[in-house]
C-alpha cells in the first residue's frame, strides 16, 4: 500500500502527464455522434438518458462517440486551490508557476455575459429538475474559483484576482434567482437559468461572499450571505442532516453534500465573527462524522447505503474535518479512509477510480470528479500534517 506521500507523487505525475484535462462523469452531450442527430439531440428525455448513461456505465466509451478531453474550469479552481496550498508548504518556481499557469486557464474560461465573473461547465447538462447549456454559469463553478483566485491573491498580490472574486458576488447577488422563506431568508438557486433549492449550491454562494467580506467589509455581503445561512440551517433536520434540495426527488442524505454544508456555514461564521450557527455546526459534523464512515474506514455514499463508494466522498472528508479544526481528533477516520482509498480505488497508473461498486467499478480517470479533488485533498491534509 502506498503512503499519502508516495500516492499523491503518482497523482501529481499523471495529472501533469494528461495536461490537467480530462473527461467527466457528465459531459456525455459532448459527443459528436450525438450531437449528430438533430431530432435526438434536441429531446429532453433522449439527453437525459444519453447523459445518465455516460455516468453510470462503467467503461469509458467517450472516445467512441468524439467526447474530447477538455479543461473543466471547476477543476481549474480546484488544482489552483491545490497549488496554493503546495506553496505555502514548499515555495518553489515550479508551484508558483503553476499558480500562474491555472489563473490564466481560469480567466480564459471565464463567461462574460452576466453581472459578475462567473464560469460553467464545459458541457451541456441536462437534469431532472433543469437543463444548462454548455458554459452556462453556476454559483458551485463560480463558488470554487472565485475562492480559488482568493487563494492565489493572498500569495501573489496581485489585484485583478481579488476584483475577479469581488465581481464573482455581483453574479451571486444580481443574476441568481431566490427563494424566500417566512422570515425574508432565501436560498441561491443554483444558476441563473433555474429555481431550484439545492442546500449546498446555495451555501456555497454564501461562503464566497463571506469571504471577500473578510477583505472588503462591505456589509452588504456578509447580510446577504447570513440570510442564505439562516435559510438552509433553518431545513437542517433533528438529526443534523440535511437533503440534498427540496424537490420530492432532491429528498437523499448523501455524505459529500452534507461535508459542503458543514465547510460553508464554518466559513461563514470565520469570516463573520457570527457564531449564531454554532450548534447547527456541530451537530450537523457529528451527524457527517458518525453516518458516512466504516470503522475499516470505507466511506459510505448514503447515510442508508454503503454503495457506490465516490471516491469524493473520501476527498470531502478530509477538507471537511480539517475545515472545522477536527483533523487531529479524527484523525484516525481520516487516515483509514484514506488508506483504504489509496488501496482500493487508485490505478497503478496514478488515477482515482471514479466509484467502486457491488459488482462492476467504474475506473474512468475523471479529471474534475476524481483527480481535481483527491490533488486538492492532499494538499489541505499535507498542510495538517505538517502543522502537528
Given at each position: 500500500?502506498?503512503s499519502p506521500?508516495?500516492?499523491?507523487k503518482?497523482?501529481?505525475?499523471?495529472?501533469d502527464?494528461?495536461?490537467?484535462?480530462?473527461?467527466?462523469?457528465?459531459?456525455?452531450?459532448?459527443?459528436?455522434?450525438f450531437?449528430?442527430?438533430?431530432?435526438?439531440?434536441?429531446?429532453?428525455?433522449?439527453?437525459?438518458?444519453?447523459?445518465?448513461?455516460?455516468?453510470?456505465?462503467?467503461?469509458?466509451?467517450?472516445?467512441?462517440?468524439?467526447?474530447?478531453?477538455?479543461?473543466?474550469?471547476?477543476?481549474?479552481?480546484?488544482?489552483?486551490?491545490?497549488y496554493?496550498n503546495?506553496?505555502?508548504?514548499?515555495?518553489?518556481?515550479?508551484?508558483?508557476?503553476k499558480?500562474?499557469?491555472?489563473?490564466?486557464?481560469?480567466?480564459?474560461?471565464?463567461?462574460?455575459?452576466?453581472?459578475?465573473?462567473?464560469?460553467?461547465?464545459?458541457?451541456?447538462w441536462?437534469?431532472?429538475?433543469?437543463?444548462q447549456?454548455?458554459?452556462?454559469?453556476?454559483?458551485?463553478?463560480?463558488?470554487?474559483?472565485g475562492?480559488?483566485?482568493?487563494?492565489?491573491?493572498?500569495?501573489?498580490?496581485?489585484?485583478?484576482?481579488?476584483?475577479?472574486?469581488?465581481?464573482?458576488?455581483?453574479?451571486?447577488?444580481?443574476?441568481l434567482?431566490?427563494?424566500?422563506?417566512?422570515?425574508?431568508n432565501?436560498?441561491?438557486?443554483?444558476?441563473p437559468?433555474?429555481?431550484?433549492?439545492?442546500?449546498?449550491?446555495?451555501?456555497?454562494?454564501?461562503?464566497?461572499?463571506?469571504?471577500?467580506?473578510?477583505?472588503?467589509?462591505e456589509s452588504?455581503?456578509?447580510?446577504?450571505?447570513?440570510?442564505?445561512i439562516?435559510f438552509?440551517?433553518?431545513?437542517?433536520?433533528e438529526?443534523?442532516?440535511?437533503?440534498?434540495?427540496?424537490?420530492?426527488?432532491?429528498q437523499?442524505?448523501?455524505?459529500f453534500?452534507?461535508?459542503?454544508?458543514?465547510?460553508?456555514?464554518?466559513?461563514?461564521?470565520?469570516?463573520?465573527?457570527?457564531?449564531?450557527?454554532?450548534?447547527?455546526?456541530?451537530?450537523?459534523y457529528?451527524?457527517?462524522?458518525?453516518?458516512?464512515?466504516?470503522?475499516?474506514?470505507?466511506?459510505k455514499?448514503?447515510?442508508?447505503?454503503?454503495?457506490?463508494?465516490?471516491?469524493?466522498?473520501?476527498?470531502q472528508?478530509?477538507?471537511?474535518?480539517?475545515?472545522?479544526?477536527?483533523f487531529y481528533?479524527?484523525?484516525?477516520?481520516?487516515?483509514?479512509?484514506?488508506?483504504?482509498?489509496?488501496?482500493?480505488?487508485?490505478s497503478?497508473?496514478g488515477?482515482?477510480?471514479?466509484q467502486?461498486?457491488?459488482?462492476i467499478?467504474?475506473?474512468?480517470?475523471?479529471?474534475?470528479?476524481?483527480?481535481?479533488?483527491?490533488f486538492?485533498?492532499?494538499s489541505?491534509?499535507?498542510i495538517?500534517?505538517?502543522?502537528?
Amino acid at each position: 500500500m502506498y503512503s499519502p506521500i508516495q500516492s499523491f507523487k503518482l497523482l501529481h505525475k499523471f495529472c501533469d502527464k494528461e495536461a490537467y484535462k480530462g473527461y467527466d462523469p457528465y459531459d456525455g452531450l459532448n459527443s459528436a455522434l450525438f450531437q449528430s442527430l438533430p431530432l435526438v439531440s434536441k429531446n429532453r428525455y433522449a439527453k437525459l438518458v444519453w447523459i445518465q448513461f455516460f455516468k453510470r456505465f462503467p467503461y469509458n466509451l467517450r472516445p467512441l462517440v468524439g467526447v474530447r478531453k477538455e479543461y473543466n474550469p471547476k477543476a481549474l479552481g480546484l488544482f489552483l486551490s491545490s497549488y496554493c496550498n503546495l506553496y505555502r508548504l514548499d515555495p518553489t518556481e515550479e508551484h508558483l508557476e503553476k499558480i500562474k499557469l491555472f489563473s490564466d486557464k481560469i480567466f480564459d474560461h471565464q463567461n462574460p455575459d452576466w453581472s459578475g465573473a462567473c464560469w460553467g461547465y464545459n458541457f451541456d447538462w441536462q437534469a431532472r429538475a433543469f437543463f444548462q447549456p454548455k458554459n452556462t454559469p453556476t454559483v458551485v463553478a463560480s463558488t470554487f474559483i472565485g475562492c480559488a483566485l482568493l487563494d492565489a491573491y493572498d500569495i501573489l498580490k496581485d489585484k485583478k484576482l481579488l476584483n475577479t472574486a469581488r465581481s464573482t458576488c455581483d453574479f451571486i447577488l444580481n443574476d441568481l434567482n431566490r427563494n424566500y422563506d417566512s422570515q425574508g431568508n432565501f436560498a441561491f438557486s443554483y444558476s441563473p437559468l433555474d429555481t431550484s433549492v439545492v442546500f449546498n449550491a446555495s451555501l456555497l454562494g454564501a461562503r464566497l461572499l463571506s469571504r471577500v467580506y473578510s477583505y472588503t467589509n462591505e456589509s452588504l455581503l456578509i447580510e446577504e450571505a447570513k440570510k442564505a445561512i439562516s435559510f438552509c440551517c433553518n431545513h437542517q433536520k433533528e438529526d443534523g442532516s440535511w437533503s440534498y434540495g427540496t424537490y420530492d426527488f432532491h429528498q437523499w442524505v448523501d455524505n459529500f453534500h452534507t461535508g459542503y454544508n458543514l465547510e460553508c456555514i464554518y466559513d461563514y461564521q470565520f469570516y463573520s465573527g457570527d457564531h449564531s450557527f454554532k450548534e447547527h455546526i456541530e451537530k450537523g459534523y457529528q451527524y457527517y462524522i458518525n453516518t458516512f464512515f466504516t470503522s475499516v474506514g470505507i466511506p459510505k455514499y448514503y447515510n442508508n447505503s454503503i454503495y457506490p463508494i465516490d471516491i469524493h466522498t473520501t476527498s470531502q472528508l478530509v477538507v471537511t474535518a480539517a475545515k472545522l479544526g477536527r483533523f487531529y481528533k479524527d484523525k484516525d477516520i481520516i487516515d483509514k479512509v484514506m488508506d483504504w482509498t489509496i488501496t482500493n480505488m487508485q490505478s497503478k497508473k496514478g488515477y482515482f477510480y471514479f466509484q467502486k461498486k457491488k459488482l462492476i467499478s467504474s475506473k474512468i480517470p475523471y479529471m474534475r470528479w476524481a483527480q481535481a479533488w483527491m490533488f486538492y485533498a492532499f494538499s489541505i491534509y499535507f498542510i495538517n500534517e505538517q502543522k502537528n
